[in-house]
């Protein structure tokens, strides 16, 4: 999924939640990492680049791997 600066879900492959929904990113300030949930849901996320000088808009795109 695609989350903004707010964390709200801009896109997802599952086309729930969009624009309406709020993913709890546990970033911590950091531009790349994973970790893993109470539930052993695997969180990746990485902050899209900008251009050049320009920061961008601080979105991240996520991928959420949940246990089978």
């Known amino acids: 999924m695609i989350v903004d600066s707010s964390f709200r879900v801009i896109a997802a492959s599952d086309e729930r939640g969009i624009l309406t929904e709020r993913f709890h990113l546990q970033s911590d300030g950091k531009q790349t990492g994973f970790y893993r949930t ?21 979105w991240y795109g996520v991928i959420c791997q949940r246990p089978a």
Do not use: K, N, S
């Open 38 to 58: 109470a539930d052993g849901t695997i969180v990746a996320f990485a902050a899209t680049p900008g251009y050049e000088t320009w920061r961008g808009l601080g």
